[in-house]
Each structure stands twice: as C-alpha cells, then as structure tokens.
C-alpha cells in the first residue's frame, strides 16, 4: 500500500485520497475529482484521466507518454474555489505548477467545467485564466 503524501496537497496519504479514486471508487464530488485528476498527472495514470473524461469532450489521445518529450514534473495544487452550478453540475477553479524538463516553473489557473451522469462525475472543459 502507498502511504506517500497525496499529490493533489490534502496532507492525507495517496491510498486513503486519491489512490481510492484511482482504484475505481467514484469520486464524491467535483473537488474530490479534480483533485484525483491533479494526482493522475502526476503519477502518470492515462487510464483514470480518460475514463474521468466526459465522453463528449475526451481527445482520442493526451500525449502524456509521446516518446522522446521532455518530462514533466508536477509541482503543486491550489484549489481555490468549488461551486455547484446545478443538480449535476460544478466548477472547479484552481492553480496548477509545474516544469517541463528543465525549464522554468509554470503557472496554469483554470476554471473547471464538471458534470455527473449517473452517480460518476466527470471533467467536461476548463477555461485559462
């Protein structure tokens, strides 16, 4: 079991928070998603990215394992807000850091569209801020 520190900065362990999620446990809520979306990046798991997608706007490919790309290295996560939108609906704003290869830190801030079908939430777009 991975007792590690949990990527999405909850200060739990990765099994208790993420991993759960990552293992096929629904997540709660919009928050509780984008948050294990956040620690699937940073582990690497295309998988659960994909399946969290909502189906009418998931790419065909998300190029995280292109061969010969420089690495990236995620840095931290800041949630700063959550709000439900609707019955089945919510945003997610947060900031995300991270470096490509050996490059500078960057600061990526989006608004997160979530929609749930089913019991299951699901990462519908984002808008950069």
């Avoid at 997610?92 to 929609?115: P, T």
Wanted: with cysteine; net charge neutral.
């Amino acid at each position: 079991m991975n007792t590690s520190p949990c990527p999405c900065g909850t200060g739990r362990d990765y099994a208790a928070c993420c991993g759960r999620y990552h293992a096929g446990e629904p997540a709660p809520d919009a928050d509780a998603l984008m948050r294990s979306r956040y620690s699937a990046f940073v582990v690497g798991d295309a998988d659960y990215l994909r399946t969290t997608w909502h189906p009418d706007t998931r790419p065909d490919e998300l190029g995280l394992d292109a061969p010969g790309a420089p690495r990236t290295t995620w840095l931290g996560l800041s949630v700063k807000d959550h709000r439900v939108t609707g019955p089945d609906t919510a945003e997610v704003e947060f900031i995300a850091r991270y470096r490509i290869g050996g490059g500078s830190a960057v600061r990526m801030q989006e608004r997160s569209r979530f929609a749930r079908i089913d019991g299951r939430w699901y990462y519908l777009d984002g808008d950069h801020r």
